[in-house]
């Protein structure tokens, strides 16, 4: 007997290291005409690295210092961020202490006790109060500038420094949007919770215009709803925990699957094992094949 079209197309994805989860997602990834892509981890490869260790005048804390208050708050967190704040402090050999009263934000940054202070890191858009010119603002706007993900560290709520973080874009992910701009009819819009600045400059190296950054999980889902308004059916390529009720919404759901957090993985239809991104045209063309075929 041969095979029924939609399930030899999910075997044909599997020999391209995509893992669709059912035929109605193999058929789904043909319709879509809008797609929205995440940033880091997607269109990056989700392995961020400090290159900016800037603590303030009047901190009085030294480069090791401000990494250290750093890395000791960021310690619990398994966000990327948090990951290449704790590379560096390693890297430096640096002693960090235990910390009390963890918690973290989605898109927002972390908080705990350190040796008795409070110490909050995360997105200065978030933690600093808009427009007040506090130096931490205006050395992490100069960071965001240079395409950096700025992360400010607080200290009993005074700014204490800031650090900046590089990630490298996928040498795959300008192909990529190219080839779903050429399949949809729509160039990919990006959907990010990093800062606008860093966001817009990478989009531009990819080809993107339609760049919503700053957004919180929930953002990422009122973006995809937007889109589905409008008549389109939307694919979201995402790998993180933030990236998970977006993946829900959407007509069809990617996730990244090296490095994907386990909530993407089990909330998306398809994984993308190895994380090639330019596998993503491939799957929504098979899929396209394989309803001519059925229908
Ligand atoms: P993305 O949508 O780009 O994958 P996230 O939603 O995970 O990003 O994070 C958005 C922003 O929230 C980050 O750019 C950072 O400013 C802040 N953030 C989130 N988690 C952390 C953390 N553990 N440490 C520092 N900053 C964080
Ligand atoms: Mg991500």
Same mark, same amino acid.
């Given at each position: 007997?041969?095979?029924?079209? #939609?399930?030899?197309? $999910?075997? +044909?994805?599997? @020999?391209?290291?995509?893992?669709?989860?059912?035929?109605?997602?193999?058929?789904?990834?043909?319709?879509?005409?809008?797609?929205? #892509?995440?940033?880091?981890?997607?269109?990056?490869?989700?392995?961020?690295?400090?290159?900016?260790? @800037?603590? &303030?005048?009047?901190?009085?804390?030294?480069?090791?210092? #401000? #990494?250290?208050?750093?890395?000791?708050?960021?310690?619990?967190?398994?966000?990327?961020?948090?990951?290449? $704040?704790?590379?560096?402090?390693?890297?430096?050999?640096?002693?960090?202490?235990?910390?009390?009263?963890?918690?973290?934000?989605?898109?927002?940054?972390?908080?705990?006790?350190?040796?008795?202070?409070?110490?909050?890191?995360?997105?200065?858009?978030?933690?600093?109060?808009?427009?007040?010119?506090?130096?931490?603002?205006?050395?992490?706007?100069?960071?965001?500038?240079?395409?950096?993900?700025?992360?400010?560290? $607080?200290?009993? !709520?005074?700014?204490?420094? /800031?650090?900046?973080?590089? %990630?490298?874009?996928?040498?795959?992910?300008?192909?990529?949007?190219?080839?779903?701009?050429?399949?949809?009819?729509?160039?990919?819009?990006?959907?990010?919770?990093? +800062?606008?600045?860093?966001?817009?400059?990478?989009?531009?190296?990819?080809?993107?215009?339609?760049?919503?950054?700053?957004? &919180?999980?929930?953002?990422?889902?009122?973006?995809? !709803?937007?889109?589905?308004?409008?008549? !389109?059916? /939307?694919?979201?390529?995402?790998?993180?925990? +933030? %990236?998970?009720?977006?993946?829900?919404?959407?007509?069809?759901? $990617?996730?990244?699957? @090296?490095?994907?957090?386990?909530?993407?993985?089990?909330?998306?239809?398809?994984?993308?094992?190895? %994380?090639?991104?330019?596998?993503?045209?491939?799957?929504?063309?098979?899929?396209?094949?394989?309803?001519?075929?059925?229908?």
């Amino acid at each position: 007997a041969t095979m029924p079209p #939609l399930l030899s197309a $999910i075997a +044909n994805a599997g @020999r391209h290291g995509v893992l669709v989860k059912s035929a109605v997602v193999m058929e789904r990834l043909g319709q879509v005409d809008a797609v929205a #892509l995440d940033k880091t981890g997607t269109l990056t490869e989700g392995t961020p690295r400090v290159t900016d260790i @800037r603590p &303030l005048a009047a901190s009085s804390l030294d480069e090791d210092g #401000l #990494l250290t208050l750093a890395a000791a708050a960021e310690h619990p967190s398994e966000h990327p961020l948090a990951r290449a $704040i704790l590379d560096a402090a390693r890297t430096r050999g640096l002693y960090i202490p235990v910390v009390t009263d963890f918690s973290s934000a989605p898109g927002t940054g972390v908080t705990a006790t350190v040796d008795g202070c409070t110490v909050a890191a995360g997105s200065p858009a978030r933690l600093l109060s808009e427009g007040d010119g506090h130096p931490a603002a205006v050395v992490a706007a100069q960071l965001e500038n240079d395409g950096r993900t700025a992360v400010v560290v $607080i200290r009993d !709520r005074t700014p204490v420094g /800031v650090l900046g973080i590089a %990630d490298r874009l996928r040498d795959e992910a300008a192909t990529t949007v190219t080839a779903l701009s050429t399949l949809t009819g729509a160039t990919p819009i990006l959907v990010t919770g990093d +800062n606008p600045r860093s966001a817009v400059r990478l989009a531009a190296e990819v080809g993107i215009t339609d760049v919503r950054a700053g957004l &919180l999980p929930q953002d990422k889902v009122t973006t995809v !709803r937007e889109l589905q308004q409008t008549g !389109r059916k /939307v694919l979201v390529v995402g790998d993180g925990v +933030n %990236d998970a009720p977006a993946l829900a919404a959407a007509h069809a759901g $990617i996730a990244m699957g @090296r490095a994907g957090s386990d909530l993407a993985l089990e909330t998306a239809d398809a994984v993308i094992v190895r %994380d090639e991104l330019a596998t993503i045209p491939t799957v929504v063309a098979l899929s396209r094949r394989a309803r001519r075929l059925v229908i």
